[in-house]
């Protein structure tokens, strides 16, 4: 086990490397150059001078490269051109908002969608199993802002059972030591702060989970209507094994591991694609930082929003790797 992570973890090198070569040629690229993308409206001769000496920009590419990957090793992402904060300070404090969010969405799809594909797989071209094909099509084709809209609609405005938008009501006087909202009323025993923040995870967790849903829920489908009808499985019944027994240690277990994959893969897509979700509950995340960002041209929060994305999909990759081999001891020694 410690052989495949410290190999998974090697490959993040070279996968860094390219994506920032990538990036550094991408700002290189604009139409006029990175400093006229930068000022925008104010893009005069003199002010390009400026920038291109600030930011070393009139340097050789192999010197300008030189730097920027320097910069990139010391977390040196740049600073923000909409906030002149520092761009790994402003991920470090809107991070656990998105993070809170795409947990609960993942949370909401995996207690649905697996018991949903099981079902489903158990009672396979019956009137149960098109239900619950026709509801994952329904959430793979609807799309999120759409649903946003409606959810904050129903359940905000006109019934009033939930809240419409933020992280949190205002005038709560809570504790927030790690920004992690409900982890922070739980530790610090102001409950009602913390449930307060949960119910402001309902409605835009709901929204972003849904087709994470879908998806996991024809995942499990699929593999459990493979798993099934795979000879051990006939061959532990024939034994007269429980029923229970042959669900959980010989279908299951085989079956999560297509799903382990599509977990992992779900999660980088909630964490990176919560910008809409985000601006529509004005929820205070890194996904309606970055919306703000494209608007506002701000180069230095988007190079670092990707390399910080990419990052992270490569730790959940290593994530899903280590789970296959608790899962399935045979990925242990390939």
């Known amino acids: 086990m410690l052989r495949l992570i410290g ?17 550094f040629l991408w700002v290189r690229s604009l139409p006029g150059g990175p400093a006229t993308a930068l000022l925008g409206d104010r893009a005069t001769p003199e002010a390009v001078a400026r920038v291109n000496a600030a930011y070393g ?6 010197e300008q490269y030189t730097t920027y990957m320097g910069r990139l090793l010391r977390g040196d ?44 797989a158990r009672h396979v071209g019956r009137w149960q199993d098109n239900i619950a094909v026709v509801l994952s099509l329904i959430g793979v084709v609807v ?8 959810l904050k609609w129903v359940f905000a405005v006109k019934l009033g059972w ?9 005038r709560l006087d809570a504790t927030h030591y790690t920004n992690f909202y ?18 402001h995870l309902v409605l835009p967790g709901i929204a972003l989970g849904t087709i994470p849903l879908a998806i996991i829920a024809r995942i499990t489908r699929a593999s459990v209507l493979d798993v099934q009808n795979a000879d051990f499985v006939r061959t532990a019944r ?29 999660l980088g897509l909630l964490i990176s694609g919560a910008v809409l ?58």
């Open 162 to 170: 939930l809240p419409t938008d933020g992280r949190q009501d205002p």
């Open 182 to 199: 409900v982890w922070d009323g739980i530790s610090t025993g102001e409950w009602d702060a913390a449930l307060n923040a949960l119910t």
């Open 77 to 120: 992402f740049g600073t923000s051109t909409m906030t002149n904060r520092p761009v790994l300070e402003e991920f470090a404090d809107r991070f656990p908002a998105t993070l809170e969010l795409s947990l609960f969405a993942i949370v909401f799809a995996v207690a649905i969608g697996i018991p949903l594909g099981y079902w489903a």
């Open 7 to 23: 190999k998974r973890l090697l490959l993040l090198i070279p996968t860094l490397f390219g994506l920032s070569v990538l990036l």
């Open 277 to 334: 979700t985000e601006t529509v509950f004005a929820f205070n995340g890194i996904g309606r930082f970055l919306a703000q960002a494209i608007f506002q041209l701000d180069f230095p929060v988007l190079q670092g929003f990707i390399i910080f994305i990419a990052l992270i999909y490569s730790l959940i990759n290593l994530v899903v790797d280590v789970s296959y081999g608790l899962i399935d001891p045979r990925v242990r020694v390939s």
């Open 57 to 62: 920009f009139d340097k050789p590419l192999l």
């Open 238 to 266: 024939a034994k007269g094994l429980a029923p229970r027994l042959i669900r959980d240690r010989f279908i299951m277990r085989n079956a999560l591991l297509p799903v382990s994959t599509t977990l992992g893969l779900q």
């Open 143 to 150: 799309p999120v802002f759409f649903l946003a809209f409606i």
